[in-house]
Protein backbone atom coordinates (compact mmCIF):
# COMPACT_ATOMS: atom_id res chain seq x y z
CA UNK A 1 0.00 0.00 0.00
CA UNK A 2 1.22 3.37 -1.17
CA UNK A 3 1.81 5.89 1.87
CA UNK A 4 -0.55 8.61 1.28
CA UNK A 5 0.84 10.39 4.43
CA UNK A 6 3.83 11.86 2.73
CA UNK A 7 2.99 14.88 0.85
CA UNK A 8 5.29 14.07 -2.93
CA UNK A 9 8.39 15.56 -3.56
CA UNK A 10 8.55 18.98 -5.59
CA UNK A 11 10.50 18.13 -9.24
CA UNK A 12 12.81 20.62 -9.43
CA UNK A 13 15.76 21.28 -12.52
CA UNK A 14 18.83 20.57 -12.35
CA UNK A 15 21.07 23.52 -11.05
CA UNK A 16 23.28 24.47 -13.56
CA UNK A 17 27.00 24.37 -12.10
CA UNK A 18 28.88 27.37 -12.04
CA UNK A 19 31.72 27.43 -14.46
CA UNK A 20 35.28 26.66 -12.86
CA UNK A 21 37.57 29.35 -12.57
CA UNK A 22 40.35 29.52 -14.69
CA UNK A 23 44.03 30.72 -14.38
CA UNK A 24 44.81 33.30 -16.56
CA UNK A 25 48.14 31.71 -17.95
CA UNK A 26 46.27 28.30 -17.76
CA UNK A 27 46.31 26.72 -21.56
CA UNK A 28 43.46 27.38 -23.33
CA UNK A 29 42.84 27.55 -27.74
CA UNK A 30 43.21 32.04 -27.36
CA UNK A 31 45.94 34.22 -28.87
CA UNK A 32 47.93 34.13 -25.63
CA UNK A 33 48.46 30.21 -26.28
CA UNK A 34 49.57 30.45 -29.45
CA UNK A 35 51.42 33.64 -28.70
CA UNK A 36 53.16 31.68 -25.92
CA UNK A 37 53.48 28.22 -27.57
CA UNK A 38 55.82 29.96 -30.20
CA UNK A 39 57.84 31.74 -28.02
CA UNK A 40 58.59 28.80 -26.07
CA UNK A 41 59.81 26.96 -29.30
CA UNK A 42 61.93 30.23 -30.40
CA UNK A 43 63.49 30.72 -27.10
CA UNK A 44 64.09 26.81 -26.49
CA UNK A 45 66.21 26.76 -30.04
CA UNK A 46 68.30 29.81 -28.78
CA UNK A 47 68.65 28.40 -25.11
CA UNK A 48 70.16 25.02 -27.08
CA UNK A 49 72.19 26.73 -29.58
CA UNK A 50 75.33 24.80 -28.42
CA UNK A 51 73.28 21.55 -28.74
CA UNK A 52 71.35 22.39 -32.15
CA UNK A 53 74.25 24.00 -34.48
CA UNK A 54 75.10 21.63 -36.79
CA UNK A 55 78.80 24.40 -36.91
CA UNK A 56 81.08 26.87 -35.12
CA UNK A 57 78.56 29.44 -35.99
CA UNK A 58 81.79 31.95 -36.53
CA UNK A 59 83.49 29.22 -38.42
CA UNK A 60 84.31 30.48 -41.65
CA UNK A 61 84.49 28.90 -45.40
CA UNK A 62 85.60 30.89 -48.26
CA UNK A 63 85.54 28.26 -50.64
CA UNK A 64 81.39 28.25 -49.62
CA UNK A 65 80.56 31.60 -49.39
CA UNK A 66 77.26 33.24 -50.02
CA UNK A 67 75.17 29.88 -50.32
CA UNK A 68 71.35 30.30 -50.90
CA UNK A 69 69.12 28.16 -48.23
CA UNK A 70 68.39 24.63 -48.59
CA UNK A 71 64.81 25.45 -50.44
CA UNK A 72 66.58 27.98 -53.00
CA UNK A 73 68.78 26.44 -56.43
CA UNK A 74 72.04 25.72 -55.37
CA UNK A 75 71.21 25.32 -51.88
CA UNK A 76 71.94 22.02 -49.92
CA UNK A 77 70.84 21.19 -46.40
CA UNK A 78 74.65 21.33 -45.04
CA UNK A 79 73.72 24.77 -44.52
CA UNK A 80 69.83 25.08 -44.37
CA UNK A 81 70.02 29.01 -43.86
CA UNK A 82 72.76 29.34 -46.48
CA UNK A 83 75.84 31.00 -45.72
CA UNK A 84 76.72 34.46 -45.53
CA UNK A 85 79.79 36.52 -47.41
CA UNK A 86 82.56 34.30 -45.60
CA UNK A 87 81.38 31.60 -45.82
CA UNK A 88 79.40 30.98 -42.09
CA UNK A 89 76.51 28.64 -41.46
CA UNK A 90 73.70 30.97 -41.09
CA UNK A 91 71.48 28.48 -39.44
CA UNK A 92 73.94 28.23 -36.61
CA UNK A 93 74.47 32.19 -36.06
CA UNK A 94 70.84 32.24 -36.09
CA UNK A 95 70.41 29.98 -32.87
CA UNK A 96 73.75 31.84 -31.11
CA UNK A 97 71.90 35.09 -32.47
CA UNK A 98 68.28 34.34 -31.09
CA UNK A 99 70.72 33.20 -27.94
CA UNK A 100 72.38 36.97 -27.66
CA UNK A 101 69.45 39.22 -28.80
CA UNK A 102 67.18 37.72 -26.44
CA UNK A 103 69.20 37.34 -23.41
CA UNK A 104 70.46 41.26 -23.70
CA UNK A 105 66.91 42.82 -24.41
CA UNK A 106 65.11 40.43 -21.23
CA UNK A 107 67.86 41.41 -18.98
CA UNK A 108 68.06 45.04 -20.15
CA UNK A 109 63.68 44.80 -20.01
CA UNK A 110 63.88 43.63 -16.03
CA UNK A 111 66.41 46.20 -14.99
CA UNK A 112 64.21 49.03 -16.56
CA UNK A 113 61.60 47.94 -14.53
CA UNK A 114 62.76 47.20 -11.86
CA UNK A 115 64.05 50.95 -11.69
CA UNK A 116 61.19 51.85 -12.51
CA UNK A 117 58.82 50.31 -10.12
CA UNK A 118 61.13 51.10 -7.39
CA UNK A 119 61.45 54.89 -8.16
CA UNK A 120 56.97 55.10 -8.80
CA UNK A 121 56.56 53.40 -5.60
CA UNK A 122 58.87 55.13 -3.80
CA UNK A 123 57.39 58.70 -5.88
CA UNK A 124 53.99 57.62 -4.80
CA UNK A 125 54.68 56.40 -1.10
CA UNK A 126 56.93 59.23 -0.05
CA UNK A 127 55.00 61.81 0.03
CA UNK A 128 54.45 65.73 -1.87
CA UNK A 129 58.05 66.69 -2.25
CA UNK A 130 59.68 63.24 -2.83
CA UNK A 131 56.95 62.80 -5.64
CA UNK A 132 57.37 66.20 -7.21
CA UNK A 133 61.58 65.63 -7.15
CA UNK A 134 61.08 62.55 -8.32
CA UNK A 135 58.47 63.11 -10.99
CA UNK A 136 60.58 65.90 -12.33
CA UNK A 137 63.77 63.47 -12.98
CA UNK A 138 60.81 61.17 -15.02
CA UNK A 139 60.02 64.39 -16.88
CA UNK A 140 63.67 65.28 -17.45
CA UNK A 141 64.89 61.59 -18.63
CA UNK A 142 61.41 61.56 -21.07
CA UNK A 143 62.96 64.56 -23.05
CA UNK A 144 65.97 62.61 -23.87
CA UNK A 145 66.48 61.27 -26.87
CA UNK A 146 66.56 57.53 -26.55
CA UNK A 147 69.17 56.60 -28.76
CA UNK A 148 71.43 59.78 -28.55
CA UNK A 149 71.30 58.62 -24.69
CA UNK A 150 72.67 55.39 -25.51
CA UNK A 151 74.99 56.44 -27.95
CA UNK A 152 76.45 58.83 -25.05
CA UNK A 153 76.41 55.84 -22.73
CA UNK A 154 78.17 53.36 -25.36
CA UNK A 155 80.93 56.03 -26.50
CA UNK A 156 81.78 56.68 -22.52
CA UNK A 157 81.50 53.14 -20.95
CA UNK A 158 82.70 50.82 -24.28
CA UNK A 159 80.23 48.01 -26.08
CA UNK A 160 80.35 45.51 -23.82
CA UNK A 161 77.04 43.84 -23.04
CA UNK A 162 76.97 44.79 -19.86
CA UNK A 163 77.06 48.16 -21.17
CA UNK A 164 73.82 47.58 -23.96
CA UNK A 165 71.90 46.02 -20.82
CA UNK A 166 72.87 48.84 -18.02
CA UNK A 167 71.63 51.43 -21.12
CA UNK A 168 68.44 49.53 -22.49
CA UNK A 169 67.44 49.92 -18.71
CA UNK A 170 68.32 53.50 -18.26
CA UNK A 171 66.50 54.84 -21.70
CA UNK A 172 63.26 52.35 -20.85
CA UNK A 173 62.59 52.80 -17.13
CA UNK A 174 60.56 55.63 -17.05
CA UNK A 175 57.51 54.88 -18.54
CA UNK A 176 57.14 51.95 -15.94
CA UNK A 177 57.96 54.20 -12.70
CA UNK A 178 55.12 57.05 -14.50
CA UNK A 179 52.66 54.16 -14.36
CA UNK A 180 53.15 52.64 -11.06
CA UNK A 181 53.28 56.29 -9.75
CA UNK A 182 49.89 56.42 -11.23
CA UNK A 183 48.54 53.15 -9.69
CA UNK A 184 50.31 53.65 -5.94
CA UNK A 185 48.48 56.71 -5.65
CA UNK A 186 45.11 55.35 -6.62
CA UNK A 187 46.12 52.07 -4.10
CA UNK A 188 47.13 53.89 -1.12
CA UNK A 189 43.47 55.17 -0.54
CA UNK A 190 41.90 52.17 -0.84
CA UNK A 191 40.64 50.48 2.69
CA UNK A 192 43.02 48.07 3.08
CA UNK A 193 45.77 50.13 2.87
CA UNK A 194 44.64 52.64 5.27
CA UNK A 195 43.72 50.19 7.82
CA UNK A 196 46.78 48.77 7.82
CA UNK A 197 48.82 52.15 7.90
CA UNK A 198 45.80 53.13 10.94
CA UNK A 199 47.53 49.35 12.64
CA UNK A 200 51.40 50.47 12.60
CA UNK A 201 52.82 48.97 9.64
CA UNK A 202 54.94 51.08 7.36
CA UNK A 203 55.01 52.13 3.90
CA UNK A 204 57.38 49.69 3.16
CA UNK A 205 55.89 46.85 4.25
CA UNK A 206 52.64 48.04 2.67
CA UNK A 207 54.06 48.52 -0.47
CA UNK A 208 55.61 44.86 -0.29
CA UNK A 209 52.07 43.16 0.87
CA UNK A 210 49.57 45.53 -0.19
CA UNK A 211 50.66 47.60 -3.35
CA UNK A 212 53.04 45.37 -5.41
CA UNK A 213 50.72 42.44 -5.74
CA UNK A 214 48.26 44.86 -7.22
CA UNK A 215 50.91 46.21 -9.71
CA UNK A 216 51.66 42.27 -10.80
CA UNK A 217 48.90 42.20 -13.83
CA UNK A 218 49.35 45.50 -15.43
CA UNK A 219 53.27 45.18 -15.42
CA UNK A 220 52.81 41.83 -16.88
CA UNK A 221 51.00 42.59 -19.64
CA UNK A 222 53.10 46.28 -20.24
CA UNK A 223 56.27 43.93 -20.21
CA UNK A 224 54.90 41.64 -22.55
CA UNK A 225 53.98 44.75 -25.02
CA UNK A 226 57.01 46.62 -24.66
CA UNK A 227 60.08 43.90 -25.16
CA UNK A 228 59.67 44.04 -28.66
CA UNK A 229 60.59 47.22 -28.62
CA UNK A 230 63.62 46.53 -26.52
CA UNK A 231 64.59 43.85 -28.81
CA UNK A 232 64.33 46.04 -31.75
CA UNK A 233 66.38 49.18 -30.13
CA UNK A 234 68.92 46.13 -29.05
CA UNK A 235 69.04 45.14 -32.65
CA UNK A 236 69.36 48.73 -34.21
CA UNK A 237 72.37 49.59 -32.10
CA UNK A 238 74.27 46.58 -33.53
CA UNK A 239 73.17 47.07 -36.92
CA UNK A 240 74.53 50.46 -36.78
CA UNK A 241 77.92 48.64 -35.22
CA UNK A 242 77.60 50.07 -32.27
CA UNK A 243 76.19 46.87 -30.54
CA UNK A 244 77.04 43.63 -29.97
CA UNK A 245 80.60 43.29 -31.67
CA UNK A 246 82.17 40.40 -34.02
CA UNK A 247 82.66 37.61 -33.96
CA UNK A 248 79.52 37.54 -31.30
CA UNK A 249 76.38 36.44 -33.44
CA UNK A 250 73.08 38.61 -32.31
CA UNK A 251 70.08 39.03 -34.74
CA UNK A 252 70.37 42.87 -35.41
CA UNK A 253 74.54 42.26 -36.48
CA UNK A 254 73.67 39.69 -39.02
CA UNK A 255 71.35 41.90 -40.31
CA UNK A 256 74.06 44.72 -40.88
CA UNK A 257 76.68 42.06 -42.18
CA UNK A 258 74.20 41.39 -45.20
CA UNK A 259 73.11 45.43 -46.22
CA UNK A 260 75.67 45.17 -48.38
CA UNK A 261 74.58 41.55 -49.99
CA UNK A 262 71.14 42.47 -50.62
CA UNK A 263 70.73 42.09 -54.15
CA UNK A 264 72.66 39.02 -54.67
CA UNK A 265 72.54 37.81 -51.22
CA UNK A 266 69.29 38.70 -49.49
CA UNK A 267 69.09 35.90 -47.25
CA UNK A 268 72.12 37.02 -45.27
CA UNK A 269 69.96 39.87 -43.55
CA UNK A 270 66.69 38.22 -44.48
CA UNK A 271 66.89 35.68 -42.43
CA UNK A 272 67.50 37.30 -39.00
CA UNK A 273 65.26 39.90 -40.29
CA UNK A 274 62.03 37.48 -40.24
CA UNK A 275 63.97 35.70 -37.32
CA UNK A 276 62.86 39.83 -35.38
CA UNK A 277 59.57 39.65 -37.00
CA UNK A 278 58.31 36.49 -35.65
CA UNK A 279 59.25 37.47 -32.35
CA UNK A 280 57.97 40.66 -32.16
CA UNK A 281 54.74 39.43 -33.55
CA UNK A 282 54.40 36.34 -31.35
CA UNK A 283 55.39 38.55 -28.36
CA UNK A 284 52.02 41.59 -29.64
CA UNK A 285 49.44 38.04 -30.21
CA UNK A 286 50.62 36.73 -26.10
CA UNK A 287 50.36 40.48 -24.86
CA UNK A 288 47.01 40.98 -26.26
CA UNK A 289 45.76 37.58 -25.58
CA UNK A 290 47.21 38.25 -21.95
CA UNK A 291 45.18 41.64 -21.87
CA UNK A 292 42.09 40.16 -22.58
CA UNK A 293 42.73 37.19 -20.12
CA UNK A 294 43.46 40.13 -17.11
CA UNK A 295 40.54 42.04 -17.98
CA UNK A 296 37.55 41.51 -15.43
CA UNK A 297 35.18 43.46 -17.47
CA UNK A 298 35.18 40.85 -20.58
CA UNK A 299 33.19 37.98 -20.48
CA UNK A 300 34.86 34.45 -20.37
Wanted: aromatic content about 8%; proline content about 8%.
Amino acid sequence: MTDVSQPPRPVTPNAPAPPASRHPLGLRADKFTVGALGLATIILLGVLAPLLAPQDPNATDLLSRSLPPAWADGGDWVHPFGTDAIGRDLFSRVLYGIRTSFGIAAIGLVFSAVLGVAIGVTAGLGGPFLDRALMTVVDVFITLPNLLLMLCGIALLGTEIWVLVVMIGLVKWEGYARLVRGQVLQLREQGYVEAARGLGASWPAIAARHILPNLASPLIVILTLAFPGVLLMEAGLSFLGVGVQPPTSSLGRMIGDGRDYLIHSWWISGIPSLVIVAITLLFQIMGDGLRDRLDVQLDD
